[in-house]
């Protein structure tokens, strides 16, 4: 598990040949490999760019993140070369922001989280006299909506928390651009925040439409959940030019740097894609007033993938955000049973004492990292699936089908789990009886619930964990 000294260093690891892959079904060109020279659409945009005075004037205006320097981070071979990938993702920054539209105002933003606010004191208000009357249907802190289930990506770890791959299911039913924006505006009715998941939430052609509905009701934050292998080639495109203007939260997962492992892992030919991307991402994320956060999943065996994603989020200044690997339901046992990986544990929550971007209070890393029981609350945290149906009570149930309820055909959120109440009560829900949930799921989402719950008899601790969500975000 240990690394060298950590100094500064600008090793660079030689390019690996890329592997074919198949595209995604909205590619609009062939993609390069990481290195390669531009695709001819990469050239125009680059040479529009440098042909109008003022794009080329915007581009050397806009705001830049820190230059790289890597400390933490120790390249070894066969890992992506992160410095000759931080140069082609400065040039693409340089190419692509002049034709981005610009983030709302100031004055917006600060409307639109009030708003949003409002709408979550006024949840804490109604759920804690639900708790006070012993009742467990608690208002949503966020609805999660699974876009859509096809992926690029096929990842080894992929669950869909009922035990299916998403790309391996079927995605007949998927709801179509009009019917996704009636489900935002129901779901706005009582929930703040929206995360969109997936499948590859970027393989819907209408992402740029809904996470622009989403800002124009007021939900905030809007977090997106890529495997970003295809963030450059969607931002060339016209309809995505607000995309990230309207993106609160961009959560990019990736699991390591050495690429053999992640073309494995990944089922991808070309997974420096995925860290060119997160580089160029972090390069517009100043102008785009984006929160960027990198999503690592811990997997026996492969601790030390974990260690340099760790490490390099360090140093590039983004959040991380650990994933200890689930079996179904539950944390891998020989995660559990590995001194390693209670070392890996341990360094993560000294990190955060340190000061290093990690989401999560301590309370919550704690408990996550360690799979200390919970207090799981799923009314706080709705599955919404790519066809518009609700989870109830929760997605991941063990010992009982969860019920798969309709949303479009309730006005608003209210009246939807006032259906789904009489239909199953989520009271008490969590356990292990014949009649309960069964699970002990190890996802930051079950501990976030499970802090919520917490600070309902704690208001203090909730404030808390809100301030330090909310914290380095716009």
């Not at 005075?53 to 981070?73: D, F, H, M």
């Not at 309902?456 to 404030?463: E, P, V």
Request: charged share 25%; net charge positive; glycine share 6%.
């Amino acid at each position: 598990m240990m690394h060298p000294s950590e100094t500064t260093t600008a090793v660079r690891t030689p390019p690996r040949p890329a592997a074919p892959t198949r595209l995604p079904l909205w590619a609009p060109a062939a993609s390069q490999p990481a290195g390669a020279p531009p695709a001819p659409a990469a050239r125009a945009a680059m040479s529009r760019s440098a042909a109008s005075s003022t794009g080329s004037s915007r581009a050397a205006a806009r705001p830049r993140p820190e230059p790289l320097r890597l400390v933490r981070y120790r390249p070894r071979p066969g890992h992506a070369d992160v410095a000759r990938l931080a140069d082609e993702a400065r040039a693409l920054a340089d190419a692509l922001a002049p034709g981005l539209d610009a983030p709302e105002s100031s004055s917006a933003l600060v409307a639109r989280r009030a708003r949003s606010s409002l709408t979550a004191a006024q949840n804490y208000v109604h759920n804690r006299a639900l708790a006070r009357r012993g009742r467990e249907d608690f208002r949503p802190l966020t609805f999660i909506w699974t876009l859509l289930r096809s992926c690029n990506f096929s990842c080894s770890y992929c669950d869909d928390h009922r035990g299916h791959k998403y790309p391996d299911l079927p995605n007949d039913g998927v709801l179509d651009t009009a019917q996704g924006l009636e489900l935002l505006r129901i779901m706005r009715t009582r929930t703040p925040s929206l995360y969109f998941a997936g499948g590859e939430p970027l393989m819907r052609r209408d992402l740029p439409r809904l996470t622009r509905a989403a800002r124009d009701l007021a939900f905030h934050p809007i977090i997106v959940n890529t495997n970003a292998s295809a963030v450059d080639r969607v931002l060339r495109l016209p309809a995505w030019k607000s995309w990230l203007a309207d993106t609160d939260i961009v959560v990019v997962s990736l699991d390591g740097l050495d690429l053999a492992n992640l073309r494995e892992l990944y089922a991808y030919g070309r997974p420096e894609e995925v860290v060119r991307n997160l580089l160029l991402l972090r390069e517009l994320a100043p102008s785009q007033h984006v929160k960027l956060m990198v999503n690592c999943v811990i997997q026996p065996g492969r601790l030390e993938d974990a260690r340099d994603v760790l490490d390099l989020c360090a140093d590039l200044g983004v959040w991380f955000c650990p994933v200890p690997m689930n079996v179904g339901p539950r944390m891998h046992d020989a995660l559990r049973r590995d001194p390693a990986y209670q070392a890996l544990a341990a360094l993560i929550l000294a990190r955060k004492r340190e000061g290093q971007l990690v989401t999560g209070s301590l309370r919550l890393l704690e408990r996550l990292l360690g799979g200390a029981p919970l207090d799981c609350r799923n009314t706080l945290k709705p599955h919404v699936d790519f066809d518009g149906r609700l989870y109830w009570p929760c997605k991941a149930c063990v010992n009982v089908e969860p019920e798969r309820i309709r949303v479009l055909d309730f006005p608003d959120v209210d009246s939807l789990y006032a259906h789904a109440c009489r239909v199953v009560s989520p009271t008490g829900f969590h356990g292990p009886a014949r009649n309960q949930c069964g699970a002990e799921c190890n996802w930051a989402q079950n501990y976030t619930t499970d802090a919520y719950a917490h600070g309902l008899t704690h208001t203090g601790a909730i404030l808390a964990e809100v301030v330090e969500f909310l914290r380095g975000g716009r």
